[in-house]
């Protein structure tokens, strides 16, 4: 990836790994991870998040965002310049009649398992 640095060196008894994004947004961005008992696990932690990278064009942390805050921030900021108005009006009426039971979760805590669940809930509901 292109004007990406990235580093894996060794801090006292354990490994670590850097990836520098460089100014975005005016705003240095950086991850940094350590506590890799070998470079090779180091490399190998450096690999995925590189790939995750590659694959989505961004990486996600665990920060405390919630699936409400998520939802709020791209119905303002993304759905107007790439979503017709009638599917911003079906977005919202998804999100009421079936999505505000998992508003307040956090989104890191939102896993295949919880989609699952929230399904299962779903269909229990309409029989």
């Known amino acids: 990836m292109r004007g990406l640095n990235r580093s894996v060196r060794k801090k006292g008894e354990s490994w670590s790994f850097r990836l520098d994004f ?3 947004d005016g705003k240095r961005k ?6 890799f008992k070998t470079e090779k696990e180091a490399n190998a932690a450096l690999s995925e998040v590189l790939n995750e990278i590659y694959k989505t064009g961004v990486f996600t942390e665990n920060k405390k965002v919630t699936f409400q805050q998520a939802y709020d921030e791209f119905l303002e900021n993304e759905a107007p310049n790439t979503r017709k108005f009638t599917t911003i009006v079906r977005y919202k009426s ?3 009649n ?3 039971d998992i508003a307040p ?3 890191f805590n939102i896993t295949d398992k919880t989609i699952q669940e929230f399904i299962n809930t779903k269909q229990r509901r309409v029989r």
């Open 22 to 24: 460089g100014k975005i």
């Open 30 to 35: 950086q991850i940094e991870r350590s506590g």
């Open 94 to 96: 998804l999100y009421k």
């Open 98 to 100: 079936h999505f505000q």
């Open 105 to 107: 979760r956090y989104l």
